[in-house]
Every structure is written in structure tokens, then in C-alpha cells.
């Protein structure tokens, strides 16, 4: 296993800024997802760490040991990408086999290491097929337990489960986040599915525009996202927004979006008071932190209405419009309501971010 350290890397194609001087520690051991849209130079930043695309300028650091000029097989890195790549006049031991013997391995040690990670990955039975004779699901654990056989310093996962089914990805997901555990390799995982990056690892890095926007912990993107993108990007149903105002109403501090009056998040009261927040802001509230009153009360003040109900089993979606913005709402899975029927909502404060309106920047970060 090793550290990995990204010190002002760029990456340019022709005129196009893939990359754009990202700086990043990894630690050993460390699970880390990049995280992003199509573009955003996640799969160029993890191509560069591998040694198969050429550095732009910037350094790569394994554990201190600059690697810039380092060969990509000596790197000692193990890759898993979404197409599984197996050899398919080869069976499964022998695909495990191939870069063992390939590194001139003994008989005996391959055999000891191969028989080792089918027993993790539990496809022991698996060993004496070929690769047209296995599922979709089995050819994704066979090609993630090859990479696995080396032992690598670094383990590099490109969107290796997109394109399973549903269920197949929650299994793999559950694979691969116990195959860390057990063998605690430093892995580096990309994807555009920010269910799979929030479920994984130990820390994200959203990436947009060649850019690093955030990196934290999961619990702290989700919760304290830094702009508008990360809030945006991160979570299903995603983030609500609306635009606001800043105003005084009896001595209090306030919101106002189209003459309707929010209460100002307590965590923003002491920047209110002391005249650090913009006139106009975001206001960003997730789905889960809106409560419904079919009625309106001290709590439920502000009118909507309903545009349609999606009950999806565990859960009810419900959209409504605010005046001209349109919010999701996270219900009890048994809640109905009809379209255009006026509801009532209320804002969980502790829940409630403010962004600048000119920058997206997150307001309580920059108290």
C-alpha cells in the first residue's frame, strides 16, 4: 500500500484544460472516490496516477517517491475499469494467473495468491470456467479479483459497476467496501454515481470542470456542502434552491422569495447581525428537510402547490411549486395529494443553507 499525493497537476489536451493544478493527499489505506459529471477530469486525474496519460506539469507522489517518470508496470497499481477485459480462451484461474506469472511468480505462490482472492471474493467455484460461461456479475468479480492478485501499492477503480443492474451494484458495492476492510489497500475509486461515492469511501473529492470543488468525509458533503455545485450534485432527490432576499421584519432577520417570508437559519443569524451576508442569496434545503401541512399554521407558512405525487414504495416525492420555483418534498410513503391542491410548508431551519447569489459560495463556511 501506499500514500498518494497530487502536488498542482494539470492535465491539457490541445487547448482543452482536462485537469486544472489539483493538489490532493491520499493516505495509505485510504478509500477516495473522485466524484463528477461526464468532463470533469476525474478519469484523467486516475489515467495520470496510473502512468497512462503524460503530466501536463504537476507531480505524483507515491508514499514521498516521486513517480512523474516512473513506467506505469512499475508502478506496482492495479486497475479495474467498466468493460472487464478478461481473456476469453483463458478460464477464470488462469485470468487471476496471467499477471502473476507475467512477474515471473513461482508455480506454488501463484497458485497460493489465486486460491487467496477467489476465497475473498468468493468464486473459488468460479476458477475452472471461462469467461463466456459467467454473468455479468461474475465476470465484474473475476476482473476485480485480477487486479487484486498483485497485491498493488495503489488499486484504481474506473465506473468498474455502472453498467451492472441495480441489484448487482448494491451487491458489488457491499464487495468492495468489505474487500478494503479486510485487505486495506489504498483505493481510488471514480464515478459519476454519487450514491456509489457516498456509500464507499472515506472521503470524496467532487470534481468539476478539471476542478476540485470539495473534499470531506461523506456525512460533510452531504451536509455542508461548499457551493451550490457540490449542494446540487450530492443527493437523490437533489437539493432545492431558492433565490432570496435579505431583509428586517420587527427587529428580526428574514428571507423574502417573492413576498413570502422564510426564517432566517439560526447558524446565519450572528453573520445577519453583523452585516457579513449578501442582500441576495440562495437558500438550499434537501427534500428530507421539508415537512407538509395540508393546512396553514404557526409552523406551515408558506403556500405551494402541488404539480404531481410519485409514490415510490418506501417514500412519496412530492413536487410543488412555490410561486415560480419548483421544490421537491420527501413525504411518508402512504401521503396523496392532488395536482394543483394548495399545500402548506415549513422549513427545517437547522437544515437550511444560504449560498451567495453572485459567487454559489456557502455562507456558513465563510463565517
Not at 479479483?145 to 458495492?173: C, K, N, W, Y
Amino acid at each position: 500500500m501506499a500514500s498518494v499525493t497530487l502536488e498542482k497537476l494539470w492535465k491539457k489536451y490541445g487547448d482543452v484544460e482536462a485537469v486544472c493544478e489539483i493538489s490532493l493527499d491520499i493516505a495509505d489505506g485510504e478509500f477516495m472516490s473522485f466524484l463528477g459529471p461526464s468532463g470533469c477530469g476525474k478519469s484523467s486525474t486516475m489515467r495520470m496516477i496510473a502512468g497512462l496519460e503524460e503530466i501536463t506539469s504537476g507531480n505524483i507522489y507515491f508514499d514521498g517517491e516521486l513517480v512523474n517518470k516512473v513506467r506505469p508496470r512499475d508502478r506496482n497499481v492495479a486497475m479495474a475499469f467498466e468493460t472487464y477485459a478478461l481473456y476469453p480462451t483463458l478460464n477464470v484461474y488462469e485470468n487471476l494467473a496471467f499477471p502473476l506469472r507475467a512477474a515471473k511468480w513461482s508455480n506454488a505462490d501463484v497458485d497460493k495468491r489465486v486460491r487467496e482472492i477467489a476465497g475473498i471474493l468468493e468464486i473459488t467455484d468460479l476458477l475452472d470456467r471461462m469467461p463466456a460461461h459467467l454473468s455479468g456479475g461474475q465476470q465484474q468479480s473475476v476482473g476485480l479479483a485480477r487486479a487484486l492478485t498483485r497485491a498493488p501499492r495503489v488499486f484504481l477503480m474506473d465506473e468498474p459497476i455502472s453498467h451492472l443492474d441495480t441489484r448487482q451494484r448494491g451487491r458489488m458495492r457491499a464487495y468492495l467496501k468489505r474487500l478494503h476492510i479486510e485487505l486495506g489497500y489504498t483505493m481510488i475509486y471514480v464515478t459519476h454515481d454519487q450514491e456509489e461515492a457516498m456509500a464507499l469511501a472515506d472521503r470524496v473529492a467532487v470534481m468539476d470542470l478539471g476542478l476540485i470543488r470539495q473534499v470531506g468525509t461523506p456525512d460533510e458533503i452531504f451536509h455542508n456542502p461548499v457551493d451550490t455545485f457540490v449542494a446540487g450534485f450530492v443527493g437523490e432527490p437533489p437539493m432545492n434552491f431558492l433565490e432570496c432576499e435579505h431583509s428586517q421584519e420587527e427587529g428580526r432577520h428574514v428571507l423574502r422569495h417573492n413576498g413570502i417570508t422564510i426564517e432566517m437559519p439560526p447558524h446565519s443569524e450572528a453573520l445577519a447581525q453583523r452585516g457579513a451576508i449578501p442582500q441576495r442569496m440562495i437558500l438550499g434545503i434537501r427534500p428530507f428537510y421539508i415537512d407538509i401541512g395540508l393546512e396553514k399554521s404557526a409552523r406551515h407558512t408558506i403556500p405551494a402547490e402541488v404539480f404531481v405525487v410519485e409514490p415510490l414504495g418506501d417514500m412519496t416525492v412530492v413536487s410543488v411549486d412555490v410561486i415560480e420555483t419548483r421544490l421537491q418534498i420527501v413525504a411518508e410513503p402512504d401521503f396523496r395529494a392532488q395536482p394543483m391542491q394548495t399545500l402548506w410548508l415549513a422549513f427545517d431551519p437547522a437544515r437550511t443553507l444560504l449560498f451567495d447569489a453572485e459567487t454559489g459560495g456557502a455562507l456558513t463556511n465563510q463565517a
